[in-house]
């Protein structure tokens, strides 16, 4: 009889770990669609960009950020016509310069963008119409960055409230990864009380919507989501095909997440990272839920990509013959389910 308490014990702490109201484990997807011919090249005659680049969408702009220039930083184009308008900040420590850039901060209502120095610890503030109208335009300080715990990458929602991987120092070359909640006006930096428990080692992308009100977690070293709330409550964690695989050390999963009106559109690898092209190929589409709708194969690799959404498309930076393109979504026959 006591060894039934015991079983009944057992099962009991089992259901309580594992949550079906949080707890969402995808065992396939298989509704895999290949987009390789719908794919648009965007051709940059005007500039030369290097092969380290990311973009981003404000307003009418597209953003393209320079990572190892030949000459500046920042490059603006219109985003409808992609046409070229011009160029601003060069690397360096003088004033205007940036010494090591990092993310770049989009404030579409103050048609501004926030620009990180992880070189001065400082973030600077760009006002569109001033950079278009002014080719010696001088950046302002926003903030002043903690070196202790500080944003890599991050989405804007407000003055008071961005969605950040904050990064800590660890050591020479070492360093945690932390899911936060970044306050532009005083610098305040604060982890999300949630962190999955079954995870030491955390390398993630993030994104967030205050239409949605919430934020997506994704891990390049786990086949796993996290969707919280942006008060930083868990709403559910959405486990992939891999997730109880021992190999998940020695894959790439994802490698970058937006939220795009309705649904969360994630890249996805899955491959080895000692493969010659593990980094992602693959676009995933999810409801703002987590459940699966589609995979889109694009035959391309993807290092960075930016949501348009007044055109409803996807622009990619890619490594390949192309080195920008894009696609409509409209042009894809979606299924949900």
């Not at 090249?41 to 969408?57: H, P, Q």
């Not at 990864?177 to 079954?198: C, D, F, V």
């Not at 996290?226 to 486990?239: F, S």
Request: aromatic residues 14%; charged residues 25%; neutral net charge.
């Amino acid at each position: 009889m006591k060894n039934w308490y015991i079983w009944i014990l057992i099962l009991v702490c089992s259901s309580c770990l594992s949550n079906p109201t949080t707890e969402k484990k995808q065992g396939s997807r298989s509704h895999i669609i290949n987009i390789h011919d719908k794919i648009t090249e965007i051709k940059i005659d005007s500039i030369l960009l290097s092969g380290s680049t990311r973009a981003f969408i404000m307003n009418n702009y597209l953003i393209i950020a320079d990572y190892k220039p030949e000459d500046k930083l920042i490059h603006i184009f219109d985003k409808a016509t992609f046409k070229y308008l011009t160029s601003t900040t060069y690397t360096g420590q003088g004033p205007g310069e940036i010494t090591i850039m990092g993310n770049i901060g989009i404030n579409e209502n103050r048609n501004e963008f926030y620009v990180s120095d992880h070189g001065q610890f400082k973030i600077f503030t760009y006002n569109m119409d001033s950079v278009i109208a002014n080719p010696f335009y001088m950046p302002q300080v926003k903030l002043n960055i903690d070196k202790g715990i500080f944003p890599d990458r991050y989405q804007y929602l407000n003055d008071t409230l961005s969605i950040a991987v904050a990064i800590k120092p660890t050591g020479n070359s070492s360093f945690e990864q932390y899911t936060a909640r970044l306050n532009l006006t005083t610098g305040k930096i604060s982890p999300m009380p949630y962190e999955h428990p079954n995870i030491e080692k955390r390398r993630i992308c993030v994104a967030a919507s205050s239409q949605q009100k919430e934020y997506i977690e994704c891990y390049q070293n786990r086949d796993l989501m996290t969707i919280g709330g942006l008060d930083g409550k868990l709403k559910w964690n959405i486990y992939g095909p891999e997730w109880n695989k021992d190999n998940h050390d020695r894959k790439y999963y994802f490698g970058g997440v937006l939220i795009c009106g309705d649904k969360i559109v994630a890249l996805y690898s899955g491959k080895n990272y000692y493969d010659k092209d593990y980094r992602p190929s693959k676009i995933i589409l999810f409801k703002t839920n987590g459940d699966y709708i589609e995979t889109l194969d694009t035959g391309y690799i993807i290092n960075d990509f930016c949501y348009d959404k007044t055109k409803n498309r996807i622009i990619m930076a890619l490594d390949g013959d192309m080195q920008y393109a894009y696609f409509d979504f409209s042009n894809i026959k979606q299924v949900d389910k």
